[in-house]
């Protein structure tokens, strides 16, 4: 079941302390305090995203060094020629040719 967060609204309409309670998400909202009676409402929070995949990891997981221990082979296409050269690890050909080079 999910957790809430509620905050206790005080008689002049200010936020007060907050707490956690878990409900059903079928359950509605509490309008009051389960303990004090006071009026609560429920407080909406972003969400807890995990930080595992942010563009900066997947980045550093992809550089040459990293590969290359992993057993991986990686190849760069040469702008001008088109063809490809190996920037890491030592699995196949140190260079890849064009399709139309090979006839």
């Given at each position: 079941?999910?957790?809430?967060?509620?905050?206790?609204?005080?008689?002049?309409?200010?936020?007060?302390?907050?707490?956690?309670?878990?409900?059903?998400?079928?359950?509605?909202?509490?309008?009051?305090?389960?303990?004090?009676?006071?009026?609560v409402r429920r407080v909406f929070l972003p969400p807890n995203?995990?930080?595992?995949?942010?563009?900066?990891?997947?980045?550093?997981?992809?550089?040459?060094?990293?590969?290359?221990?992993?057993?991986?082979?990686?190849?760069?296409?040469?702008?001008?020629?088109?063809?490809?050269?190996?920037?890491?690890?030592?699995?196949?050909?140190?260079?890849?040719?064009?399709?139309?080079?090979?006839?």
């Open positions: 079941m999910p957790i809430y967060v509620y905050e206790i609204i005080h008689e002049d309409g200010s936020a007060g302390e907050r707490f956690e309670i878990q409900q059903s998400m079928k359950d509605p909202a509490l309008e009051r305090h389960p303990e004090t009676g006071e009026m995203l995990s930080s595992r995949y942010t563009p900066g990891q997947t980045k550093s997981k992809l550089e040459n060094k990293r590969l290359e221990k992993a057993g991986f082979t990686k190849y760069e296409k040469d702008k001008v020629s088109g063809k490809y050269h190996r920037v890491a690890g030592n699995a196949g050909p140190a260079e890849i040719k064009r399709p139309a080079d090979l006839q």
